[in-house]
């Protein structure tokens, strides 16, 4: 008789730890449902991308990268395979998983509060740094790039009528070489020092891209096309002094030793942008 009460007792307990497991079950499903809502709207709002090109020099970013990486893949096997259920050292991973990304995203949405996308800048690099933590319109980007296109065939037509002009000189092929290299370089070091900060790192190359070469094109005009105008109308054997001296000038001004983009300086433009060269 006690042996029948005893296992009848075992019974009941037994149904009630399964009970209790499908409860655990079901409310971890909606826990994980609820998370991919909250994880699927900071995404959208920071206009969030997985970056071609991982910097390993940011551990925070790289963890939260990964972390966005497993929840995706897991969320995945649950949308293909109902029966699918984590255990709970896997909803506990999910959960720490979980945590690092929202964190990481939701600092994003704080550097952009309202969700705003990034203003249009013809010249202003400085308030196009200031706008990292923005998504850029793909609008932007591509008049950006026409921008682009339009100045590189610009600069290559008064680089063809420099040379014309001065007969093939050495010395101003010498120096147009030097020209196209150093601003060449400079462009890559700048895209180089802020893409990995962008929260749409491969529009907000291509428009800092579009407005460095506008500044370019901007200081070819001042120092170079405004002099030798304004000596031709004086003295024409004048115009190949100004052109040397504009064209050493422009590559002097742009010509900085090799440096290594680091961290702290990427932050202190970012906090002093508005003493940014524009």
Known sequence: MESNNEHSNTTDTNEKVEAETQDNHLSQNQLIQQWRVNLASLKKDTGFEVPKELHKSDEKVTTALDAIAYLDKKNTLLDENEDFQLSDNGFAIYKA????????????????????????????????????????????????????????????????????????????????GWFWIVNCKTASNLIGKYKKSAITPFRFSISLLGIHSLN??????????????????????????????????????NFKPDEKPSKQIVEKDLTEAGTANV
């Open 97 to 176: 998983k979980h945590m690092i990304a929202f964190e990481y995203l939701s600092q994003q949405k704080k550097l952009a509060p309202d969700g705003d996308s990034s203003k249009f800048y013809f010249f202003s690099r400085a308030k196009q740094v200031e706008q990292l933590s923005k998504p850029n319109h793909w609008a932007h980007s591509l008049f950006h790039f026409l921008i682009t296109l339009i100045v590189i065939l610009a600069l290559g037509v008064i680089s063809f009528l420099v040379l014309y002009k001065t007969q093939g000189n050495l010395f101003v092929k010498l120096l147009i």
């Open 216 to 253: 370019i094109l901007m200081k070819v005009s001042l120092l170079g096309i405004i002099p030798v105008l304004i000596v031709s109308k004086y003295n024409i054997y004048w115009i190949d002094d100004i052109i040397i001296i504009s064209l050493f000038i422009m590559c002097l001004i």
